[in-house]
C-alpha cells in the first residue's frame, strides 16, 4: 500500500546551520507531495507542495524536490532559525476517486540560538 | 475568516463515558476529515467526508462515529471511550478537487 518514510528525530541544529530531512515515499500512480509543519499547541499548516515529477516546493526558505526516480521528497533550508523548531511531516496523496493524504511519523527539530 | 475550528481543546474522560468532538469550517469546502495523532505514529485517519451527506471510514474507525451536520460542521463520537482512545484529535477541510487540508488546532483527548 502507499506509504511515507521519513527520518526520525528529534534533530538539533544550531541557528544558521543547514536542515536536510529526509522522506522516500511508496505510491501506485502520481501522487503530490507535501511538507506540512506543526508548531507547538497547533494543529498543522502546509509548507509546501509539489504536484509532479521534478516539481520544486518552496515557502520561507525551505524547498523541497518531487523526485520520482528515487520516490524522494527531501526538505532542506539553507539557514534554519529558532523560529523553526518544530515537527515537520512529509504526506503524500493519491486520488482514488477523492484524494486520500497518507502521512509519515513526523520529524522534531530543535534549533538551538 | 477563523478557517477550521475544533471544540473543546482538552478534554478527560472516564472509561466508558461517551462525548462528542466538534469541528466546523468557514471555508465552504465540501471535504472534511478526522485524524488522530499518535506519538511516532504520525496522523491516521479515522473517517472523512468528501462531500455533504457523505462518510466514509479510513484507517482507524473502530470506537468512533461521525455526523456531517451540514456543509460546515462535521462531529467525532465516542460511544464508550478507552484508555486507547487517548490522543490527539484533528479536524481538517479541503476544497473540492484540490489535495491541500487546512487543520484545527486539535483536541487533546485522555481517557483513564
Known amino acids: 500500500g502507499d506509504s511515507v518514510t521519513q527520518m526520525e528525530g528529534p534533530v538539533t541544529l544550531s541557528e544558521e546551520a543547514f536542515l536536510t530531512i529526509n522522506c522516500t515515499y511508496t505510491?501506485?500512480?502520481?501522487?503530490?507531495l507535501f511538507w506540512y509543519v506543526q508548531y507547538p499547541g497547533e494543529g498543522l499548516q502546509l509548507l509546501l507542495k509539489?504536484?509532479?515529477?521534478?516539481d520544486k516546493g518552496s515557502n520561507k526558505g525551505f524547498e523541497a524536490t518531487y523526485r520520482k526516480e528515487t520516490t524522494s521528497f527531501h526538505l532542506e533550508k539553507g539557514s534554519v532559525q529558532v523560529s523553526d523548531s518544530a515537527v515537520y511531516f512529509c504526506?503524500?496523496?493519491?486520488?482514488?476517486?477523492?484524494?486520500?493524504?497518507?502521512f509519515g511519523a513526523g520529524t522534531r527539530l530543535f534549533v538551538k540560538a | 475568516n477563523a478557517g477550521v475550528t475544533q471544540t473543546p481543546k482538552f478534554q478527560v474522560l472516564k472509561t466508558g463515558q461517551s462525548m462528542t468532538l466538534q469541528c466546523a469550517q468557514d471555508?465552504?469546502?465540501?471535504?472534511m476529515y478526522w485524524y488522530r495523532q499518535d506519538p511516532g505514529m504520525g496522523l491516521r485517519l479515522i473517517y472523512y467526508?468528501?462531500?455533504?451527506?457523505?462518510?466514509d471510514k479510513g484507517e482507524v474507525p473502530n470506537g468512533y462515529n461521525v455526523s456531517r451536520l451540514n456543509k460546515r460542521e462535521f462531529s467525532l463520537r465516542l460511544e464508550s471511550a478507552a484508555p486507547s482512545q487517548t490522543s490527539v484529535y484533528f479536524c481538517?477541510?479541503?476544497?473540492?478537487?484540490?489535495?491541500?487540508?487546512?487543520f484545527g488546532p486539535g483536541t487533546r483527548l485522555l481517557v483513564l
Open positions: 471555508m465552504n469546502h465540501n471535504s
Open positions: 504526506a503524500l496523496s493519491v486520488n482514488t476517486g477523492g484524494f486520500k493524504t497518507i
Open positions: 505510491a501506485t500512480g502520481y501522487p503530490s
Open positions: 481538517a477541510s479541503s476544497d473540492r478537487g484540490q489535495v491541500t487540508q487546512y
Open positions: 467526508s468528501a462531500s455533504e451527506g457523505t462518510t
Open positions: 509539489a504536484t509532479k515529477a521534478d
